[in-house]
């Protein structure tokens, strides 16, 4: 049983007459004899008797005129809708939270430009959002600090980036030129919740140096640690890209790292079944003209040494 099937029964009770429905259906009268008697199979159900040479609906064909009215007209109302729009484009953008801080709108922006009709949504959150909302389609590709290294996400590096140790123009690291991993040992800090990408990889660093640190404060913003580091004397471990204009105004002195352990890259990540668009190729070579991030050479900066 078939739409078509349906509208010629409709033809055929709203008319009375076979050669009739054939008619307004463009189809011939043998055709609508035959969907007739096959919908009559398909139910078990009479639906006309033929009596003085007119057709007469019965109880069944009655119920089914009903329903066969409804769901043409909702098959009919569905075929508008899907072909109302057929070249509107939409992308679901995820972001961690340093990539939703420093390059995310700088991203949009330029879709935007080079695609106006593109209509785009945008979320910023942790790792365990991200992750579950790309294994569940709600996302088709997010870019993040880190690697998400679920079996089903496949992860394509696009940005450098660096971590560096900040503190407080008053602090005394800003005085030196140099200091060690091991002077780190009990200093508060201001670091990002458990399962950032920040996060991890400093804890990586921590547990090979055998260093313990103590954690004044864990936030998920961006601001709330700069704030902690700027007016509350901790120290915090952060993408250059996150702290670019307090270090230039001289509100953040930055350390940087001896070692190259805290170059990391920044990810586009997708699911490994997801057809990759001509939009998601777009974000990609966007996301991929970031230069590597660079301290200013006129503002001084320390060295972390092992």
Not at 88 to 105: H, P, Y
Not at 122 to 146: K, R
Not at 177 to 194: D, G, H, S, V
Request: hydrophobic share 40%; glycine share 4%.
């Amino acid at each position: 049983m078939t739409i078509r099937h349906l509208k010629i029964f409709i033809q055929v009770a709203e008319t009375g007459k076979m050669s009739a429905a054939a008619k307004n259906c463009y189809i011939s009268q043998p055709t609508v004899s035959q969907a007739i008697h096959e919908l009559e199979e398909y139910y078990g159900v009479l639906l006309f008797e033929r009596l003085s040479r007119r057709l007469y609906i019965t109880e069944s064909g009655k119920k089914l005129l009903t329903y066969a009215r409804e769901t043409v007209r909702s098959f009919e109302l569905l075929e508008e809708d899907m072909r109302k729009d057929p070249m509107v484009d939409n992308m679901n953008i995820g972001a961690r939270i340093t990539v939703g801080n420093s390059l995310l709108s700088q991203i949009i922006s330029q879709l935007q430009t080079l695609k106006p009709e593109l209509e785009l949504y945008t979320q910023v959150g942790n790792t365990t959002e991200i992750q579950e909302n790309l294994l569940n389609s709600s996302l088709d590709i997010a870019l993040v600090e880190g690697m998400i290294t679920h079996q089903d996400l496949v992860s394509i590096p696009v940005v450098e980036d660096f971590l560096v140790l900040a503190c407080s123009p008053s602090h005394p690291f800003a005085s030196r030129k140099t200091i060690t991993f091991r002077e780190l040992n009990n200093q508060p800090f201001a670091l990002r919740e458990p399962g950032s990408g920040t996060r991890e990889l400093f804890a990586r660093t921590l547990q090979s140096s055998g260093i313990h640190i103590k954690i004044a404060c864990e936030a998920n913003t961006p601001q709330a640690i700069r704030n902690m580091v700027m007016y509350n004397n901790c120290l915090t471990v952060i993408s250059i890209r996150l702290i670019d204009d307090e270090v230039r105004n001289g509100k953040i002195h930055v350390i940087r790292n001896s070692t190259r352990e805290w170059d990391r890259s920044f990810f586009l990540v997708t699911h490994k079944n997801k057809t990759f668009t001509p939009a998601m190729q777009l974000l990609r070579e966007l996301s991929g003209q970031f230069p590597r991030p660079a301290l200013p050479e006129d503002i001084p900066s320390g060295l972390l040494l092992p």
